[in-house]
């Protein structure tokens, strides 16, 4: 009789902690929903198709103010094809954030702990569909 008091206890505390954990789920879903929507306004206004996608990073700082002369056309070609940053042969379809760089393809994103680009510290990542 006390064991199922016990048990009892202990199925109404994982129905709370289920219920957290699905609230939580319920919050995530309707950030990675704001996060799209402002991805695809920001696409539709051309932001991201004219290449200016680190225009507005956190960061303060754009690919063309970085780099010397030699690699700085290099550096801009890579960017209008949009390679991956990292293995240089798959298109960049990952945004990293908080930096919002669009710098890295599918496979190489999970290795990464800062973005290639500016150097900081990736605490999310979203894949773009272009």
């Known amino acids: 009789m006390a064991r199922t008091t016990e048990l009892e206890g202990l199925v109404k505390i994982l129905e709370v902690e289920n219920q957290a954990w699905q609230r939580a789920a319920i919050e ?3 950030m ?3 996060i799209r929507c402002s991805i695809k306004r920001l696409m539709e206004s ?3 198709a004219s290449g200016a996608e680190d225009a ?3 960061c303060g700082e754009s690919e063309q103010n970085k780099g010397g002369e030699e690699g700085d056309s290099e550096e801009r070609a890579r960017e ?3 390679v991956c940053k990292i293995c240089g042969s798959r298109g960049s379809r990952v ?3 908080p930096c919002r760089h669009l710098c890295s393809c599918e496979a190489c994103q999970g290795s990464l702990s800062s973005c290639p680009v500016c150097g ?3 605490k999310a990542s979203i894949e773009v569909l272009v």
């Open 28 to 30: 995530n879903e309707a």
């Open 32 to 34: 990675v929903v704001s």
């Open 46 to 48: 051309s932001c991201l």
């Open 56 to 58: 507005r990073s956190c």
């Open 80 to 82: 209008r094809k949009r």
């Open 95 to 97: 945004l990293l954030l």
């Open 120 to 122: 900081v510290a990736k």
